[in-house]
């Protein structure tokens, strides 16, 4: 099982980024997919969900109305698309993929791509 996240980098305030993570080893189309960010020195927060078989997505407020996620069930992939980036955004971006069976739970993470927001 491999996620590996892509697109992170430095931007300036306002500006844009879109991440990628790219799933293998798994039946993609049923987990539902999430992305998560860590910033120096403080706990690790759910920012985005993506639900399986168009069941929706839900956004952290602090990311509402910027951030959009996305999924291409056909290339296995999970999108960020981020917008009116701020200081506050910097952070390690993490993608995660989660489902569930009346036995167990499987969950993989990434290794994570960093995000800067800094003139």
């Known amino acids: 099982v491999q996620l590996v996240e892509s697109g992170g980098g430095l931007v300036q305030p306002g500006g844009s980024l879109r991440l990628s993570c790219a799933a293998s080893?798994?039946?993609?189309?049923?987990?539902?997919m999430r992305w998560y960010r860590q910033a120096p020195g403080k706990e690790r927060e759910l920012v985005a969900v993506?639900?399986?078989?168009?069941?929706?997505?839900n956004y952290a407020d602090s990311v509402k109305g910027r951030f959009t996620i996305s999924r291409d069930n056909a290339l296995n992939t999970v999108y960020l698309q981020m917008n009116s980036l701020k200081p506050e955004d910097t952070a390690v971006y993490y993608c995660?993929?989660?489902?569930?069976?009346?036995?167990?739970?499987?969950?993989?993470w990434g290794q994570g791509t960093q995000v800067t927001v800094s003139s």
């Open positions: 995660n993929a989660i489902t569930s069976t009346a036995r167990s739970v499987y969950e993989y």
């Open positions: 080893g798994f039946t993609f189309s049923t987990y539902h």
């Open positions: 993506i639900y399986t078989f168009g069941a929706g997505t």
